[in-house]
């Protein structure tokens, strides 16, 4: 790869007006399951009448089902059971769907769950992109539940706000981001999708707290893996996370990026978040995608061409080792960003902070 080349993709990834979006694949590195290995992990642990209404289901297209479409269904027979005087004819009752339903959100729970771990690619990845620059800090908008990024932060003993007020029992104060204060923080972490530290009191107030396993569990805010994920996003903490998602997008900052790493473009409620933030009056906004391969290659193609055609040249992926969409560069510079297989978190670890020794 050209010096030319690395410093643009450098630049991308540490510029000061560049803000990330992270997803699950960032989390592999530490041992946090993917959708597939989750899928697994839980119904292994479940009750098996729960494996039984799994192993009835389809996948969408040709995909295998996961816990998100067992979520999807639980929760679509639970609204039709509601519409009913009479849910004794029905071998499935609404009693059951509870409680499987919150059996199945504790077991994701117990396998994401930990003591407060730190990761060291994480510690790496952060260092290199605080933004010593800036006034407010680096953005890291992320959908993980985990609190990988949190904890590597408090190992660093680098400054960080995350929307609470308060430490053992904080409770979400989102005007904590936009504080005026002789100390700037060096992040500013929005957990779009909760966390599994949050839990909502009987008063509905959401504190952050310490959790680090299932039995640590009372009402999680966290949303769990189903496609009630854009209903949920529209109250309470996770309109006010969304909607600074949206305003940092628009930010008429000159160089405005985003980079999203570990995140497969599967959530049609971020997507538009994007693609209404790309195409707004004046902006700046350009996306550069790093994105692991899926096995219906030729399908994760076909969806993300589309989105770019959407976005008006500024939206820039780069799949696996397999393919791109985009102008950020030209053909033969972006297979060789290809080939150094960036999709890993590891790697553009690596790739932007040196081989760790």
Same mark, same amino acid.
């Given at each position: 790869?050209?010096?030319?080349?690395?410093?643009?993709?450098?630049?991308?990834?540490?510029?000061?007006?560049?803000?990330?979006?992270?997803?699950?694949?960032?989390?592999?590195?530490?041992?946090?399951?993917?959708?597939?290995?989750?899928?697994?992990?839980?119904?292994?642990?479940?009750?098996?009448?729960?494996?039984?209404?799994?192993?009835?289901?389809?996948?969408?297209?040709?995909?295998?089902?996961?816990?998100?479409?067992?979520?999807?269904?639980?929760?679509?027979?639970?609204?039709?059971?509601?519409?009913?005087?009479?849910?004794?004819?029905?071998?499935?009752?609404?009693?059951?769907?509870?409680?499987?339903?919150?059996?199945?959100?504790?077991?994701?729970?117990?396998?994401?769950?930990?003591?407060?771990?730190?990761?060291?690619?994480?510690?790496?990845?952060?260092? #290199?992109?605080?933004? @010593?620059?800036?006034?407010?800090?680096?953005?890291?908008? %992320? +959908?993980? /539940?985990?609190?990988?990024? !949190?904890?590597?932060?408090?190992?660093?003993?680098?400054?960080?706000?995350?929307?609470?007020?308060?430490?053992?029992?904080?409770?979400?104060?989102?005007?904590?981001?936009?504080?005026?204060?002789?100390?700037?923080?060096?992040?500013?972490?929005?957990?779009?999708?909760?966390?599994?530290?949050?839990?909502?009191?009987?008063?509905?107030?959401?504190?952050?707290?310490?959790?680090?396993?299932?039995?640590?569990?009372?009402?999680?805010?966290?949303?769990?893996?189903?496609?009630?994920?854009?209903?949920?996003?529209?109250?309470?903490?996770?309109?006010?996370?969304?909607?600074?998602? #949206?305003?940092?997008? @628009?930010?008429?900052?000159?160089?405005?990026?985003?980079? %999203? +790493?570990? /995140?497969?473009?599967?959530? !049609?409620?971020?997507?538009?978040?994007?693609?209404?933030?790309?195409?707004?009056?004046?902006?700046?906004?350009?996306?550069?995608?790093?994105?692991?391969?899926?096995?219906?290659?030729?399908?994760?193609?076909?969806?993300?061409?589309?989105?770019?055609?959407?976005?008006?040249?500024?939206?820039?992926?780069?799949?696996?080792?397999?393919?791109?969409?985009?102008?950020?560069?030209?053909?033969?510079?972006?297979?060789?960003?290809?080939?150094?297989?960036?999709?890993?978190?590891?790697?553009?670890?690596?790739?932007?902070?040196?081989?760790?020794?």
């Amino acid at each position: 790869m050209s010096s030319e080349t690395k410093e643009r993709v450098l630049q991308w990834l540490t510029g000061s007006d560049v803000c990330f979006l992270i997803g699950a694949g960032c989390s592999r590195c530490a041992g946090k399951p993917l959708i597939g290995e989750l899928t697994e992990k839980v119904l292994a642990n479940v009750d098996p009448t729960i494996r039984k209404e799994f192993d009835g289901l389809k996948g969408t297209g040709t995909r295998a089902p996961t816990i998100e479409d067992l979520i999807n269904y639980l929760v679509r027979y639970q609204y039709i059971l509601q519409t009913m005087l009479d849910t004794d004819k029905h071998p499935i009752r609404p009693v059951w769907i509870d409680d499987s339903l919150q059996a199945i959100k504790k077991e994701i729970v117990a396998n994401i769950a930990d003591s407060w771990a730190d990761s060291m690619v994480h510690m790496r990845f952060l260092q #290199r992109i605080a933004n @010593r620059w800036s006034k407010s800090g680096r953005d890291i908008f %992320t +959908l993980n /539940y985990d609190t990988l990024i !949190e904890a590597t932060l408090d190992k660093l003993r680098y400054q960080y706000v995350d929307g609470f007020r308060g430490s053992r029992r904080a409770w979400f104060d989102p005007t904590v981001y936009d504080e005026a204060s002789t100390c700037v923080p060096n992040f500013r972490i929005h957990k779009l999708h909760g966390s599994i530290n949050w839990l909502r009191e009987e008063t509905g107030h959401v504190r952050r707290t310490v959790v680090s396993s299932a039995d640590d569990i009372k009402e999680t805010v966290v949303v769990y893996p189903s496609e009630q994920k854009y209903l949920q996003t529209q109250f309470g903490v996770y309109e006010t996370l969304m909607g600074r998602f #949206r305003a940092r997008l @628009r930010a008429p900052n000159v160089n405005n990026c985003l980079v %999203t +790493l570990g /995140y497969s473009f599967n959530d !049609e409620h971020i997507n538009e978040a994007i693609i209404d933030a790309i195409n707004s009056t004046g902006s700046n906004l350009t996306v550069i995608a790093f994105i692991g391969p899926d096995p219906k290659a030729a399908e994760q193609q076909i969806q993300l061409t589309k989105i770019e055609e959407r976005c008006d040249n500024r939206f820039n992926a780069f799949v696996g080792n397999s393919f791109y969409v985009g102008n950020a560069l030209d053909a033969t510079e972006a297979n060789i960003l290809l080939e150094a297989e960036l999709w890993k978190f590891e790697s553009l670890v690596d790739y932007i902070a040196g081989v760790a020794v």
